[in-house]
């Protein structure tokens, strides 16, 4: 008797550009823990200091706002210490802005694997989504060491109930860096100029989110331009943070809602344009 073999999905040249491949993602798990440990091997294997840039960077980050933007301009901190105000904002910001930048350029970075094996081309993105996770936890450690220090050192800041919605905030904060991420990643494909803005305007965008400030001081000093920075997705995500871990910050149900559905819109172009450019992809990088 003939035995028909039964496959469990089927390589297609025309699928749906809103399909996201869950069964075929789950399936290629072994692969995603896989690129999760050669990003985090590859990027600190040649290093003195190893992990410990982890620390380092957020930790003299703070050091240069709290001298430049604390002492010299006088920028107010809604009474938290300096650096606590800092770390804070620092800790957030860095967790999206990597998954930013890394997944602006996962096709020109995996082209010549992309050219030769199929897999779900997502697990990709997702795979740096997941590694910049470790640094975040190890620079959360960090932040909550600070906190424990001016706990004891009597500063006045306290905890309050939002901090129940840290799962949302990072998640937040993944699938808007995914999202935007995908979405210039198609575009470098054609447009490689792209990849050496992504950097910069990073930068810039930084400062039109409060990293440095908080809400209520460019609300006061700057109400021409506040609503660029209200209108910036990661300003609710970071004043929620604030607001859950020190007490301070513009919390509102409507603003965190906003960061969430301009969150959902964006993850679902980025997925719609990166199905739609990984099929024809190699011939243009």
């Not at 869950?22 to 590859?42: K, M, Q, T």
């Not at 001081?217 to 997705?233: Q, R, T």
């Not at 970071?238 to 969430?260: D, N």
Request: glycine letters at 8%; aromatic letters at 18%.
């Amino acid at each position: 008797m003939e035995h028909k073999e039964e496959y469990s999905w089927t390589i297609e040249a025309k699928a749906s550009l809103f399909d996201l491949k869950f069964g075929e993602i789950w399936a290629y798990r072994d692969l995603l823990w896989l690129l999760v440990r050669r990003d985090f091997v590859s990027f600190y294997k040649q290093t003195i200091l190893g992990p410990l840039w982890f620390f380092i960077q957020p930790l003299f980050t703070t050091i240069i706002f709290t001298f430049i933007f604390g002492n010299l301009a006088g920028i107010s901190t809604d009474g938290l210490p300096k650096p606590l105000f800092y770390m804070a904002g620092i800790t957030a910001w860095n967790y999206f802005a990597d998954c930013l930048t890394k997944t602006s350029t996962v096709f020109k970075d995996n082209a010549g694997i992309f050219g030769k094996v199929y897999f779900p081309r997502l697990i990709m993105p997702l795979s740096i989504v997941v590694s910049n996770l470790v640094r975040f936890g190890v620079q959360m450690l960090l932040f909550m060491l600070m906190m424990a220090y001016y706990h004891f050192s009597g500063a006045a800041f306290h905890i309050t109930w939002a901090i129940w919605l840290f799962p949302v905030i990072v998640v937040l904060m993944a699938l808007l860096g995914l999202g935007t991420g995908m979405m210039i990643s198609a575009m470098t494909t054609k447009y490689r100029d792209l990849a050496f803005l992504v950097t910069f305007g990073v930068q810039l965008l930084m400062y039109a989110t409060t990293v440095i400030y908080p809400l209520s001081e460019a609300l006061n000093k700057y109400p021409d331009y506040a609503w660029i920075i209200e209108y910036n997705p990661m300003t609710p995500i970071i004043e929620t943070f604030r607001y859950g871990f020190l007490g301070e910050g513009s919390f509102s149900w409507g603003s965190l809602g906003y960061a969430t559905g301009l969150t959902a819109t964006l993850l679902l172009f980025g997925v719609v344009i990166f199905n739609k450019v990984e099929r024809n992809f190699v011939d243009t990088v």
